[in-house]
């Protein structure tokens, strides 16, 4: 019997380049789950956005009317049990979608922690259906009380600029 004297270099050859693929396919796939995780988190962090927002919108009237319920909620981090009466799940899934708190804020000359001075807040809608991506969207609401609106006062009323009535 006598022997070839190949030495196996196709073959050898045929594995780096198999080799070389694999790598090349494995590279594309990875950088494919990478982004295909990028789009899933911007996604959902537009949702978590609206959520949010939805949150602040859907407490706007509840926390007006309860002014003076203001001081013993603010800056306590959890939300105040008079905003019961708001419907937390947008989505209809039994699982509330965000939390609402107050916190003061601080453009009064003297501020006094936990209390109001010049009828002026922020309420904090934090969205936690979408742990992954937090959204927390705030907004700088005000309270000024009821007024009679006299004809000929400065300003006017029902349009009528500085001039009154005529005669």
């Not at 979608?97 to 934090?126: H, K, Q, W």
Request: glycine share 8%.
């Amino acid at each position: 019997m006598t022997r070839h004297n190949e030495r196996g270099s196709a073959m050898l050859i045929t594995m780096i380049l198999i080799s070389a693929l694999l790598a090349g396919a494995a590279v594309l796939i990875s950088l494919q789950l990478a982004s295909n995780r990028s789009t899933d988190l911007t996604r959902t962090g537009i949702s978590a956005l609206y959520c949010a927002e939805a949150g602040l919108t859907a407490a706007r009237t509840i926390i007006a009317a309860n002014q003076p319920l203001w001081n013993a909620s603010l800056g306590s981090g959890t939300e105040p049990t008079w905003l019961s009466g708001v419907d937390h799940d947008i989505d209809d899934d039994g699982a509330a979608d965000f939390v609402i708190t107050l916190e003061d804020n601080p453009d009064e000359a003297t501020p006094i922690p936990n209390v109001d001075a010049d009828g002026r807040i922020f309420i904090v809608s934090r969205c936690i259906k979408y742990p992954d991506v937090p959204k927390v969207v705030k907004e700088l609401v005000g309270y000024q009380q009821a007024s009679n609106c006299y004809a000929s006062q400065q300003g006017g009323c029902a349009g009528n600029n500085n001039m009154n009535a005529p005669y």
